[in-house]
């Protein structure tokens, strides 16, 4: 036997948001080994079990590797022609004869994490043109998105911890121990939370569970579910009662600091202290620890959005940042400079249109439209209500809310009403199952990849790039490019003039942009297509970039994809005011649309607890609803069980491994009780994204431990009216024994 020689690939993790840079080891076709590249500018050789499963997944029987057309209710393999002319067959007389309004676009997690789906989903959307756009953005991070674009004047300027520099952390409602980060990309938040304690700073976390984070925090207070609006109103609260608010550097750019102390003013530590399950002396020790330390960060993530008051809460944690004197100092709370495609680099620096929500309603609900988008728990209603403008087709795209979205099992019943589906999806799953035409992409391994989204959240400024492992197999296009054909599909075009439309579409980009020079512009790019070319343009144009010539020493797609494990751009820098786009050219401590709901929340502040709610949690060796079917990942004990306090399990007649029925809104499910301390009495906590027995799918290893579907028994109706964001955390359900599994 021959021995093959091995070789070294670098590739950028497509998994989760710290985007760590992996040395990818292959032998005759196949990866031999993934390790951390060590020699990345960013993570420097961390990474996470998920990575190894890369391996997995490419590999995997189940991905799929061709089309699927559903014919006679079964799915069976069809050659890309064959889905495209079935797609333009039934889709474009949906849109003919009920309207544009009549297809639903749906945008899940992955989305966020492939070049070529971020970067062209915008192009689908507007080809298509349809006000029912749904995606993940409202089971997640819309509320930190509305509250950052008030406050700051885009929905995406959204500050970090600057954690090398930071010496008290506190930490709402995430547990970066299991998820990695979010909204805040950060390989080895372990490291870099050891460093900042050896450096004698604290961390403090504030979790109705004690998790991972909380574990390696100095500490832990238990809130109570849904509680973190009076929490950080009474922290601000105790800064101005006590004289701890200073703005130095910041006085000049602020708006609403008076309106903001008259608003917080009714929610003393007192009066919040029953309701979030903390003492009034522990929340002004908190405020007072926060207002002390040089240099401190306020930072929430999930747990705070996922409420009724998320969108408050995320506001919030930024008022705190700027009252302490934390926000865009360094150690606090900064705008990472992205060297491509932020907006918060373009356009003129310090001031800008700001946001606007409700430009159009959701059909049934009257829900608003934010940041172009809908509540994705709306989505049922809007196929199943009759009338004009009701769904009728739907493109599902690396989404699969059937297990992700509260109330999964109506809008699995809706989706069967549908005319038409198609899902670009690498599954035969949950949702894409009911797809009549399932487009698959790419192994990540055959794709190249530059992280679009998430130099925006980073907690250091960086630019990589990595080339393909693997060739992909020649009919298998790039999902870019299955977007262009629907692209041109929807613009009344051939999809075989995908690529000229593309050519098309870049050069008006590129016109728009560069006026009188767009020639030399388009000439300078003229090597490079698809996303590549996009990612070119926006290095080149950026804060970094060459300007195609004029800055010989700045940045292009060659000189980033040359330079081993990327470049380093350096620290956080403070960018205010000339990171603000709003009118104003200052952030607005105290937007109206805040204060109007921060008048409700005040109007709850007494409200009793149910008995018992629960909450969701992650694993580290876990991806939302999606990795269960890699081996590496699924092996190990079972781990989607219900946390609960040995209390109440006792009080309940539950013992530790044995069944419990879980009941919410006229539905339940069954899983294994884990009885642990960690958990605040009278929560319970249950991971989401499991629940693979529906019939179907074809995941085999996922199917043989399902688990149960924590979206199954929460309610679709409730949510932040503001952000449009579904509350999955805090809600009030029934726990009681079950006798014998069957
Ligand atoms: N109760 C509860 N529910 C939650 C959450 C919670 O905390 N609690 N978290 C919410 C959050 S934060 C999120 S982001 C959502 C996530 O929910 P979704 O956005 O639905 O994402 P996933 O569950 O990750 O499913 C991803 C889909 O993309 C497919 N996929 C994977 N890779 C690719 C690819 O390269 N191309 C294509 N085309 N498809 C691909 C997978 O097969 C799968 O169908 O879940 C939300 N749901
Ligand atoms: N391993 C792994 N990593 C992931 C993912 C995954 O599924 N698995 N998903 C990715 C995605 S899509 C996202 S959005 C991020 C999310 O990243 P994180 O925001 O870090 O999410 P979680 O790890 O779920 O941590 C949320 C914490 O909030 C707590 N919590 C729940 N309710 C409340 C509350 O009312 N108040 C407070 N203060 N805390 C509360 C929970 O107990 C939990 O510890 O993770 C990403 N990374
Ligand atoms: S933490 Fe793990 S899953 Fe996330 S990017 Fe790094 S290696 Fe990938
Ligand atoms: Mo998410």
Known sequence: MTEQPETSHYRICPLCEACCGLEVRTAAGKVTSIRGAEYDVFSRGYLCPKAVALKDLHEDPDRLRTPLIKRNGRHVAASWDEAFAEIQRRLLPIIATQGRDAVALALGNPAAHKMGLLLYTPRLAKALGSKNVYSASTLDQMPKQLSSGLMFGHWLSIAVPDIARCDHLLILGANPMASNGSLWTVPDFRGKARALRARGGRIVVIDPRRSETAAVADAHHAIRPGADVFLLAAMANTLFAEGLVKLKRLEPNVNGVDALRDAVSPFTPERAAARCGIAANTIRQLARDLAAAERACVYGRIGTCTQRYGTLASWLVDVLNVLTDNLDEPGGAMFPTSAAFAHN??????????????????????????????????????????????????????????????????????????????????????????????????????????????????????????????????????????????????????????????????????????????????????????????????????????????????????????????????????????????????????????????????????????????????????????????????????????????????????????????????????????????????????????????????????????????????????????????????????????????
């Open 345 to 742: 680099t373009r356009g003129k620096p310090g001031v800008g249109g700001g946001i606007t929500v409700g430009r159009h309603r959701s059909r049934v609900s009257g829900a608003p439209e934010v940041f172009g988008e809908l509540p994705m728990t709306l989505l049922s209603e809007e196929i199943e209500t009759p009338g004009p403008g009701q769904v009728k087709a739907l493109i599902t795209v690396a989404s699969n809310p059937v297990l992700s979205s509260p109330g999964g099992a109506r809008l699995a019943q809706a989706l069967g009403q549908l005319d038409f589906m198609v899902s670009l999806d690498i599954y035969l799953n949950e949702t894409s199952c009911r797809a009549d035409v399932i487009l698959p992409g790419r192994s990540p391994l055959e794709d190249s990849h530059y992280d679009i989204a998430f130099p925006q959240f980073s907690d250091r400024n960086h630019a990589r790039f990595s080339a393909p492992v693997f060739r992909a197999a020649a009919d298998h296009p790039p999902e870019w490019h299955t977007m262009m054909r629907l692209v041109a599909l929807l613009r009344g075009r051939s999809p075989d003039d995908a690529l000229a439309l593309d050519d098309e579409l870049t050069g008006d980009e590129i016109r728009r942009f560069a006026g009188d020079h767009s020639h030399a512009v388009l000439q300078a790019l003229a090597g490079r297509r698809g996303p590549e070319r996009l990612v070119d343009l926006a290095l080149r144009a950026g804060p970094f970039g060459d300007q195609f010539g004029l800055e010989p020493g700045g940045l292009n797609l060659d000189k980033v994809a040359a330079a081993p494990g990327g470049v380093d751009l350096g620290e956080l820098r403070p960018r205010v005011p000339e990171v603000l786009r709003t009118p104003s050219g200052r952030i607005e401590l105290a937007p109206k649309m805040l204060l109007d709901d921060l008048r409700q929340a005040q109007a709850e502040i007494d409200t009793e607890a149910p008995a018992m709610v629960i909450i969701g949690r992650r694993d580290v060796r876990s991806n939302n609803s999606w990795m269960h079917n890699l081996p590496t990942l699924a092996k190990g004990p079972e781990r989607c069980t219900l946390l609960m306090n040995p209390a109440d399990a006792e009080s309940l007649g539950l013992r530790d491994g044995g069944p419990a029925r879980i009941s919410g809104d006229g539905r339940s499910v069954v899983a294994p009780v884990e009885i642990t301390d960690t958990m605040r009495p009278g929560v319970a906590s249950l991971p989401h994204g499991w629940g693979h027995d529906r019939p179907g799918t074809r995941m085999n290893v996922a199917a043989m431990r399902p688990g149960a579907n924590l979206n199954d028994v929460l309610d679709e109706h409730q949510r932040d009216p503001l952000s449009g964001n579904a509350v999955l955390s805090g809600v009030a359900v029934a726990i009681t024994p079950v006798a014998s599994v069957a």
